[in-house]
């Protein structure tokens, strides 16, 4: 218990112990601000400058959908923001191999970033070197942030810009592959409905040249005829073959008739889907909003040299005290 008091120390205690190592102290700390002040300045640490891309991405994903859709039915606004999914999907993108790639090709990050190719992990190193210079974030009301660090500042709004654009482009060409692929299958459906319904009217035709153009009008019609004549006269024989002979075909007209009614209709709505999806293959809209471009900073942003100046100079001070506190301790429990 009294070896516990031995190492009691209060507020009286600290400061009467830094006044009486006051100039040791004072010395140390100068020393340390002036050595962080150095060892901070452009000769050790090569500055680093800024620049910010902000946009919002669009919530639409199918041009045809969003532009050939009754308003009543429309579910996308090309015009509209997109909210916390879109925000989720651009960063998912941003992040995604196939953008990555086309940034490293685009702006010859290798070389830009001195990796050395014939060592043991260039891609490793790349990839450290572009986690600590090129951010992607989500701001507090649902935009993308684009963050660029480097050397130069007009290089890092290029690429801030850059990959903006990428964005566009790459998104873009996901997209269209995939209504590529659902062109080729609505196409195939199309002209395979195409043929059926060319196919119908064929028949159609074919019964017409026999006299069948429409069954119910004209059995109507002979019918009536035939109520005003006598069934034995020459003009009653000829009507009543001519029934026969509707009689015949009428079941396969009114199939005939009927079903090329239906395919007309399903050969609408496939005519409308193909017409979007040849819109979603050749036509393109932005993919997002920009809300601000990047420009070269005026500032560097790393490192912030009266930061580390301030860090390094407490720290340096107050584990002076804390040492000083020990040594004193030391000395008391050694006596």
Avoid: C
Avoid at 98 to 104: D, E, F, M, S
Avoid at 162 to 181: H, M, N
Avoid at 211 to 230: D, F, M
């Amino acid at each position: 218990m009294n070896q516990n008091k031995e190492f009691d120390f209060n507020f009286i205690d600290i400061a009467s112990l830094v006044w009486q190592y006051r100039k040791h102290l004072l010395i140390i700390t100068l020393s340390a601000a002036i050595l962080s002040a150095i060892f901070s300045s452009p000769f050790f640490i090569t500055p680093k400058y800024e620049s910010e891309v902000i946009f919002y991405p669009t919530t639409i994903n199918s041009i045809g959908n969003a532009m050939f859709t009754d308003l009543t039915q429309r579910q996308a606004d090309p015009l509209a923001f997109g909210e916390e999914e879109e925000a989720e999907n651009a960063l998912q993108l941003l992040n995604s191999s196939a953008l990555q790639g086309r940034i490293v090709r685009n702006f010859d990050l290798i070389n830009h970033y001195d990796i050395d190719t014939d060592g043991g992990s260039p891609h490793t190193d790349l990839g450290r070197e572009m986690k600590s210079n090129i951010k992607f974030s989500r701001t507090r009301h649902l935009a993308v942030a684009i963050n660029v660090l480097d050397e130069d500042p007009i290089k890092a709004a290029e690429i801030a810009n850059g990959i903006g654009a990428l964005y566009d482009s790459v998104k873009t060409e996901i997209q269209r592959q995939v209504s590529l692929e659902a062109l080729i299958i609505i196409e195939d459906e199309f002209k395979g409905k195409e043929k059926e319904v060319f196919g119908l009217r064929q028949k159609l035709q074919g019964l017409g040249k026999k006299g069948i153009t429409n069954y119910e009008e004209q059995s109507r019609a002979i019918a009536e005829e035939l109520y005003k004549v006598p069934a034995n006269s020459g003009t009653g024989r000829r009507l009543q073959a001519v029934q026969d002979k509707l009689a015949e075909y009428a079941g396969e007209f009114t199939y005939l008739n009927e079903t090329l009614i239906l395919e007309l209709e399903s050969l609408s709505k496939l005519r409308k889907r193909y017409e979007k999806a040849k819109v979603d293959v050749e036509k393109t809209l932005p993919q997002k909003f920009i809300l601000t471009s990047a420009s070269p900073a005026e500032k560097k942003t790393y490192p912030v040299r009266w930061l580390i100046v301030l860090l390094v100079t407490g720290a340096v001070g107050f584990f002076s005290v804390l040492i000083l506190l020990i040594m004193q301790q030391l000395g008391k429990l050694n006596k």
